[in-house]
Protein backbone atom coordinates (compact mmCIF):
# COMPACT_ATOMS: atom_id res chain seq x y z
CA UNK A 1 0.00 0.00 0.00
CA UNK A 2 0.96 3.78 -0.27
CA UNK A 3 3.11 4.85 2.58
CA UNK A 4 5.22 7.82 3.68
CA UNK A 5 9.24 7.34 3.94
CA UNK A 6 12.45 8.99 4.91
CA UNK A 7 15.60 8.78 2.68
CA UNK A 8 17.87 8.87 5.75
CA UNK A 9 17.53 7.11 8.74
CA UNK A 10 20.52 9.11 10.85
CA UNK A 11 21.78 13.12 9.85
CA UNK A 12 24.42 13.98 11.75
CA UNK A 13 24.98 17.71 11.58
CA UNK A 14 27.40 20.02 13.68
CA UNK A 15 25.83 23.07 15.95
CA UNK A 16 24.95 26.11 14.59
CA UNK A 17 24.81 24.71 10.86
CA UNK A 18 21.35 24.00 9.26
CA UNK A 19 19.80 20.90 8.73
CA UNK A 20 17.42 19.35 6.31
CA UNK A 21 15.39 16.26 6.64
CA UNK A 22 13.58 14.61 3.69
CA UNK A 23 10.91 12.80 3.59
CA UNK A 24 9.31 10.91 0.22
CA UNK A 25 5.29 10.31 -0.29
CA UNK A 26 3.41 7.92 -2.55
CA UNK A 27 0.20 8.82 -2.12
CA UNK A 28 -0.90 11.70 -4.20
CA UNK A 29 -4.07 12.14 -2.42
CA UNK A 30 -2.95 13.20 0.43
CA UNK A 31 -3.16 16.52 1.56
CA UNK A 32 -1.91 17.31 4.77
CA UNK A 33 1.57 17.04 6.59
CA UNK A 34 3.14 17.25 9.89
CA UNK A 35 6.71 17.19 10.86
CA UNK A 36 6.89 16.10 14.72
CA UNK A 37 10.01 15.95 16.92
CA UNK A 38 10.26 12.64 19.17
CA UNK A 39 13.19 12.68 21.68
CA UNK A 40 14.28 9.51 23.84
CA UNK A 41 11.60 8.46 26.26
CA UNK A 42 8.49 11.05 24.70
CA UNK A 43 5.66 11.27 22.81
CA UNK A 44 6.30 12.88 19.21
CA UNK A 45 5.79 16.66 19.60
CA UNK A 46 4.28 18.92 16.92
CA UNK A 47 6.34 20.91 15.20
CA UNK A 48 4.84 22.64 11.88
CA UNK A 49 2.34 21.18 9.65
CA UNK A 50 1.47 22.06 5.48
CA UNK A 51 -1.18 21.62 3.72
CA UNK A 52 -1.28 20.64 -0.12
CA UNK A 53 -2.84 24.63 -1.70
CA UNK A 54 0.70 25.44 0.21
CA UNK A 55 4.40 24.71 -0.65
CA UNK A 56 6.10 26.61 1.79
CA UNK A 57 5.59 27.50 5.25
CA UNK A 58 8.03 28.91 8.28
CA UNK A 59 8.02 28.97 11.97
CA UNK A 60 10.48 29.32 14.80
CA UNK A 61 13.91 28.18 12.69
CA UNK A 62 11.74 25.69 11.18
CA UNK A 63 10.10 25.53 7.72
CA UNK A 64 9.06 23.41 6.15
CA UNK A 65 9.00 22.41 2.00
CA UNK A 66 6.33 20.45 -0.10
CA UNK A 67 6.85 19.49 -3.54
CA UNK A 68 3.77 17.91 -4.55
CA UNK A 69 4.82 17.55 -8.12
CA UNK A 70 7.93 14.90 -6.93
CA UNK A 71 6.11 14.15 -3.67
CA UNK A 72 8.79 15.38 -1.18
CA UNK A 73 8.45 16.92 1.74
CA UNK A 74 11.75 18.66 3.41
CA UNK A 75 11.98 20.02 7.25
CA UNK A 76 14.84 22.65 7.02
CA UNK A 77 15.97 23.46 10.95
CA UNK A 78 18.23 26.50 11.13
CA UNK A 79 21.22 26.98 13.27
CA UNK A 80 21.12 23.50 14.99
CA UNK A 81 21.07 23.42 18.82
CA UNK A 82 21.97 20.26 21.06
CA UNK A 83 17.69 20.29 21.71
CA UNK A 84 17.33 19.46 18.04
CA UNK A 85 18.84 16.41 19.06
CA UNK A 86 15.61 13.42 18.36
CA UNK A 87 13.95 11.46 16.10
CA UNK A 88 12.11 13.63 13.40
CA UNK A 89 8.96 12.22 12.11
CA UNK A 90 6.70 13.39 8.54
CA UNK A 91 3.26 12.27 8.70
CA UNK A 92 0.68 12.82 5.87
CA UNK A 93 -2.99 12.12 5.85
CA UNK A 94 -5.42 12.14 2.66
CA UNK A 95 -8.35 14.18 1.87
CA UNK A 96 -10.56 11.00 2.40
CA UNK A 97 -9.13 10.15 5.04
CA UNK A 98 -12.02 11.50 7.57
CA UNK A 99 -10.80 11.09 11.49
CA UNK A 100 -8.70 8.42 11.46
CA UNK A 101 -4.98 8.61 11.70
CA UNK A 102 -2.24 9.95 10.33
CA UNK A 103 0.31 7.44 8.17
CA UNK A 104 3.83 8.40 9.70
CA UNK A 105 7.68 7.73 8.20
CA UNK A 106 9.93 5.98 10.15
CA UNK A 107 11.41 8.72 11.15
CA UNK A 108 15.10 10.13 11.02
CA UNK A 109 17.26 10.71 13.98
CA UNK A 110 18.90 13.82 14.06
CA UNK A 111 22.56 13.98 16.27
CA UNK A 112 23.91 17.12 16.64
CA UNK A 113 27.76 17.19 17.05
CA UNK A 114 29.57 19.81 18.81
CA UNK B 1 -1.31 24.61 25.39
CA UNK B 2 -2.48 21.03 24.69
CA UNK B 3 -2.34 18.16 27.01
CA UNK B 4 -2.65 14.76 26.76
CA UNK B 5 -1.66 12.76 29.94
CA UNK B 6 -1.30 9.03 29.87
CA UNK B 7 -2.11 6.84 33.37
CA UNK B 8 1.50 5.44 33.10
CA UNK B 9 4.90 6.08 32.00
CA UNK B 10 5.81 1.96 32.79
CA UNK B 11 4.33 -0.84 33.19
CA UNK B 12 5.19 -4.80 33.56
CA UNK B 13 2.60 -6.98 32.76
CA UNK B 14 2.65 -11.28 33.02
CA UNK B 15 1.53 -13.06 30.10
CA UNK B 16 -2.56 -13.25 29.86
CA UNK B 17 -3.16 -10.36 32.19
CA UNK B 18 -5.55 -7.28 31.34
CA UNK B 19 -4.10 -4.43 30.98
CA UNK B 20 -5.89 -1.09 30.90
CA UNK B 21 -3.78 2.01 29.37
CA UNK B 22 -5.94 5.22 30.40
CA UNK B 23 -5.59 8.71 28.21
CA UNK B 24 -7.39 12.02 29.30
CA UNK B 25 -6.94 15.14 26.87
CA UNK B 26 -7.86 18.58 28.63
CA UNK B 27 -8.61 20.31 25.25
CA UNK B 28 -12.19 19.02 24.64
CA UNK B 29 -11.02 17.54 21.62
CA UNK B 30 -13.48 15.24 19.74
CA UNK B 31 -11.18 12.94 17.99
CA UNK B 32 -8.90 10.55 19.69
CA UNK B 33 -6.13 7.79 18.89
CA UNK B 34 -4.04 4.71 20.23
CA UNK B 35 -1.06 3.93 18.36
CA UNK B 36 2.04 1.16 19.18
CA UNK B 37 5.34 2.36 18.38
CA UNK B 38 8.04 -0.05 17.70
CA UNK B 39 11.92 -0.23 16.07
CA UNK B 40 11.75 -0.56 12.68
CA UNK B 41 7.89 -0.08 12.22
CA UNK B 42 7.07 3.48 13.46
CA UNK B 43 3.70 4.25 14.97
CA UNK B 44 1.15 1.83 13.81
CA UNK B 45 -2.76 2.87 14.64
CA UNK B 46 -4.56 0.53 16.45
CA UNK B 47 -7.91 2.26 17.38
CA UNK B 48 -9.35 5.59 16.84
CA UNK B 49 -13.00 7.44 18.15
CA UNK B 50 -14.61 10.49 16.83
CA UNK B 51 -16.73 10.63 19.28
CA UNK B 52 -18.41 9.57 22.84
CA UNK B 53 -18.99 5.74 22.48
CA UNK B 54 -17.44 5.45 19.23
CA UNK B 55 -14.70 3.47 18.17
CA UNK B 56 -13.25 2.40 15.02
CA UNK B 57 -10.31 -0.29 14.15
CA UNK B 58 -7.06 1.06 12.61
CA UNK B 59 -4.28 -0.96 10.94
CA UNK B 60 -3.36 -3.52 14.21
CA UNK B 61 -6.73 -4.02 16.24
CA UNK B 62 -6.48 -7.63 17.07
CA UNK B 63 -5.42 -8.21 20.66
CA UNK B 64 -7.08 -4.82 21.80
CA UNK B 65 -10.53 -3.05 22.71
CA UNK B 66 -11.08 0.48 23.44
CA UNK B 67 -13.06 2.36 25.52
CA UNK B 68 -14.68 5.85 25.52
CA UNK B 69 -17.34 6.72 27.81
CA UNK B 70 -16.48 10.23 28.60
CA UNK B 71 -14.98 12.83 25.47
CA UNK B 72 -11.80 13.19 27.45
CA UNK B 73 -11.10 9.69 28.12
CA UNK B 74 -9.64 7.40 25.58
CA UNK B 75 -8.81 3.95 27.26
CA UNK B 76 -7.15 1.07 25.57
CA UNK B 77 -7.62 -2.68 26.64
CA UNK B 78 -4.99 -5.78 26.71
CA UNK B 79 -7.71 -8.16 27.40
CA UNK B 80 -5.01 -10.93 27.41
CA UNK B 81 -1.53 -9.69 27.31
CA UNK B 82 0.79 -11.17 25.52
CA UNK B 83 4.62 -10.38 24.57
CA UNK B 84 4.45 -9.06 21.39
CA UNK B 85 2.22 -6.82 22.73
CA UNK B 86 5.59 -5.24 24.53
CA UNK B 87 5.96 -1.84 23.16
CA UNK B 88 5.60 2.39 23.94
CA UNK B 89 1.62 3.07 23.34
CA UNK B 90 1.17 6.60 22.62
CA UNK B 91 -2.13 8.75 22.90
CA UNK B 92 -3.04 11.39 20.61
CA UNK B 93 -5.95 13.79 20.41
CA UNK B 94 -7.50 16.14 17.75
CA UNK B 95 -10.17 18.73 17.05
CA UNK B 96 -12.21 18.01 14.57
CA UNK B 97 -12.54 20.03 11.08
CA UNK B 98 -10.13 21.23 8.84
CA UNK B 99 -8.09 22.55 12.15
CA UNK B 100 -8.05 19.13 13.48
CA UNK B 101 -5.94 17.49 11.86
CA UNK B 102 -3.27 17.77 14.19
CA UNK B 103 -2.92 15.13 16.26
CA UNK B 104 -1.12 15.94 19.95
CA UNK B 105 0.58 13.32 21.55
CA UNK B 106 0.84 12.13 25.35
CA UNK B 107 4.17 11.26 27.06
CA UNK B 108 3.93 7.49 26.00
CA UNK B 109 3.50 3.98 28.24
CA UNK B 110 6.33 1.67 27.73
CA UNK B 111 4.66 -1.70 28.74
CA UNK B 112 6.33 -4.87 28.53
CA UNK B 113 4.67 -7.81 29.04
CA UNK B 114 6.74 -10.80 30.36
Known amino acids: GESVGLHLPTLSVQEGDNSIINCAYSNSASDYFIWYKQESGKGPQFIID?????DKRQGQRVTVLLNKTVKHLSLQIAATQPGDSAVYFCAEKDRGGGADGLTFGKGTHLIIQP | DVKVTQSSRYLVKRTGEKVFLECVQD?????MFWYRQDPGLGLRLIYFSYDVKMKEKGDIPEGYSVSREKKERFSLILESASTNQTSMYLC?????????????FGPGTRLTVL
Open chain 2, 27 to 31: MDHEN
Open chain 1, 50 to 54: IRSNM
Open chain 2, 92 to 104: ASSATGAVGDTQY
